[in-house]
């Protein structure tokens, strides 16, 4: 239940003021003119008026006015979307699916750990000008395994978009210092877009109770470039690396001791995570621009190991090679247009356990994968948009599956838009569910089925006041089948994944509201309740309730010039359950993990056209909360920085 002084808060905030939850690309172009790269396999981006599914958009200026240094800090503000931290790993889960049904995209490379067959978001840092594309709802039908919840994409504005350079420097709280650098531009028939990212933090205590500060160094360098030699021919190019070295804690293993099952401080351990990402793409158009061919090659090379004050205690090695061919036929003229889409994507998947002790197998095992995809859109005027897709793959570990999506979207004159989508998922065991071992802990299950998905969602929005201000509604369903799960057979209750022969379901609904006024305030609000059980009882770390609320205010001179602001997010997490490790047995205890809000005040100043100073608070009220038990996370934080722009 919201508490009372919860309560109290996010009235204040809610008066009125510049929408993120379904925000444009530009603050000038209002909602129906956005556009999305993630939700098609076709050439051209979709028009977000026209798309109909659920896509929140998180543009570069939303990201730099609530100055965002963790991705998944922000994407609290998205609907439907539930937060967990631990040291060294951050899930994401969209509308109550598992963390590992979140396809997880960095500039079109699946950057998700082969190994865990999941992404930790500590490793991704914001950097200068970015935004972030979330869809919602079952993609595999476009992406394959891994889609059942959504899809995250993070993506690096090019040379093109966002010339220029940059840099940016804070220091704050728990010996914290951030920097930043970009430097973009346009040369002849190339642009690109070098861009790197550092976080670091002293830390604070991880463990009730507990005085030992958890330290996080996170670093990120990346390359952007496109060459277009001719107007229907372009090659890009990315690279990415990224570095997370993070202190984290052991549980307690005493069965003796008060704090059995809770986290202790355990002074030497330590993780490191390492990944290095690439990607090519040629794009060729040919008759008129008509016909649209793409070929396009990616790697993803994880690495992540674990130490003790003895040395290293266990560690893991990931690789994906990922081919994909697409092409986009266009027909029709006029307002009238339709596409014909044809995909091919061949991946090969490899994993070794790099586990020192010498209990597990550290064979290297590897799986693949090939995916057709077939898609038609169609677009009526700037009124409706249809599309249908499906997809077949052929798995050499899996059974063969076949998914589907269809979605669309029609605006009435009243600017009454009305949506609808259903769509199947699949997501294919991890190695670690597969072949996962710890010594009289857990072991793996070789014999698992991948996981299946259907699910819809109907919607409506509304926009008001000459486009001013959007109002939208969303319900959606899903229903899990093959769901696994954790099993602690007797006699040694031993823990082993198995698929559950029963469903699991997530319903619920989710709002959102956006205004701008006067062009200096802007509000953005959006709410979620979830409903999502497994064998009748309610999911862990899935709240019933979410919401958020910013509200940001801009001075601007008579020209229209930005010259600062202010900016205040409130975000809510209603009580959730989770799962304690505190009998003897292992096997585990429901616990309630209780209600926050989490209040964070943003101010910037603009001194000249190429120099701003800034500062936040987080957590302004000091709330003591948990996404996971008993970790302890960050209290009250500072920072004041600067931002040079050539």
């Not at 840092?125 to 476009?142: C, D, M, N, T």
């Not at 209603?574 to 009998?583: N, W």
């Not at 910037?604 to 009220?621: A, K, P, S, V, Y």
């Amino acid at each position: 239940m919201l508490r009372l002084s919860h309560a109290v808060m996010l009235a204040a905030c809610c008066t009125p003021a510049t929408a993120i939850a379904q925000t444009s690309l530009s603050p000038d172009v209002p909602p129906t003119g956005a556009i999305i790269v993630t939700g098609t396999r076709a050439a051209d981006p979709l028009p977000a008026g026209q798309f109909g599914g659920s896509v929140t958009l998180l543009d570069a200026q939303t990201l730099e006015w609530r100055q965002t240094r963790s991705v998944a800090e922000i994407l609290r503000d998205v609907p439907g979307v539930a937060l967990g931290q631990v040291p060294g790993q951050t899930q994401i889960r969209l509308r109550g699916s598992e963390a590992n049904h979140v396809l997880v995209l960095v500039d079109g490379i699946e950057v998700a750990d082969p190994v865990a067959g999941e992404f930790d978001f500590t490793a991704l840092i914001a950097e200068e000008a970015a935004r972030i594309e979330v869809l919602r709802g079952p993609q595999s039908a476009i992406y394959g395994s891994d889609a059942i919840g959504g899809v995250v994409h993070y993506i690096a504005l090019s040379g093109r978009e966002a010339p220029g350079a940059s840099a940016r420097v804070e220091a704050g709280s728990f010996g914290t210092v951030n920097a930043a650098a970009r430097v973009a531009g346009l040369a002849g028939a190339v642009d690109y877009a070098l861009s790197g990212a550092l976080n670091t933090s002293d830390g604070t205590p991880g463990a009730r109770g507990g005085r030992r500060d958890l330290a996080n160094d996170t670093g990120a360098l990346s390359l952007k470039t496109t060459w277009s030699p001719e107007a229907d021919a372009r090659l890009t190019g990315v690279a990415r690396y990224s570095h997370l070295r993070a202190d984290f804690n052991d549980s307690d293993g005493d069965f003796t001791s008060p704090t059995f099952g809770f986290q202790i401080d355990t002074p030497g351990n330590y993780l490191v995570n390492e990944a290095a990402y690439a990607l090519l793409r040629g794009e060729i158009d040919l008759l008129a621009g008509r016909w649209s061919h793409a070929l396009s090659g990616q790697v993803a090379d994880t690495t992540r190991d674990g130490f003790t004050t003895a040395g290293r205690s266990y560690g893991s090695k990931g690789q994906r090679l990922k081919g994909s061919y697409d092409s986009t036929l266009r027909l029709g003229s006029g307002p009238i247009r339709h596409d014909l889409v044809l995909a091919l994507d061949l991946e090969r998947e490899r994993f070794r356990n790099t586990d020192p002790s010498g209990f597990a197998s550290t064979a290297r095992r590897q799986s693949d994968n090939a995916g057709l995809v077939g898609q038609y859109q169609l677009f009526l005027g700037d009124r409706a948009g249809f599309s249908a897709a499906i997809r077949r793959d052929w798995n050499d570990r899996f059974a063969n599956s076949t998914t589907y999506r269809l979605q669309g979207s029609y605006r009435l004159p009243s600017d009454t838009r009305l949506r609808a989508a259903a769509g199947s998922g699949i997501k294919n065991p991890s190695f670690y569910e597969l072949f996962g071992f710890i010594d009289g802990r857990f072991i793996g299950n070789p014999g698992l089925r991948p996981e299946r998905s259907e699910g819809w969602e109907v919607g409506l929005e509304q926009r008001a006041f000459a486009g001013s201000a959007t109002l939208g509604l969303t319900w959606f369903d899903s229903t899990l089948s093959g769901e696994i799960f954790t099993a602690f057979p007797p006699p040694t209750f031993l823990a082993t994944p198995g698929n559950r022969e029963s469903r699991s379901r997530q319903h619920g609904l989710e709002a959102f509201a956006q205004a701008r006024i006067d062009g200096a305030w802007q509000l953005d609000a959006a709410y979620t309740w979830l409903d999502s059980r497994e064998e009748g009882q309610p999911e862990v770390r899935r709240p019933n309730h979410t919401g958020s609320l910013a509200l940001g205010w801009r001075a601007r001179q008579p020209s229209g010039e930005d010259r600062g602001g202010l900016t205040l997010v409130a975000r809510y997490v209603g009580e959730s359950r989770d799962l304690a490790f505190i009998d003897p047995s292992f096997v585990p205890v429901r616990v309630r993990l209780d209600d926050f809000l989490l209040v964070n005040l943003n101010a910037d100043l603009r001194l000249t056209e190429r120099l701003e100073l800034f500062g936040r608070i987080e957590n302004l009220t000091g709330e003591v909360y948990e996404t996971v038990f008993s970790f302890r996370n960050p209290g009250r934080a500072v920072t004041f920085g600067a931002r040079a722009r050539l």
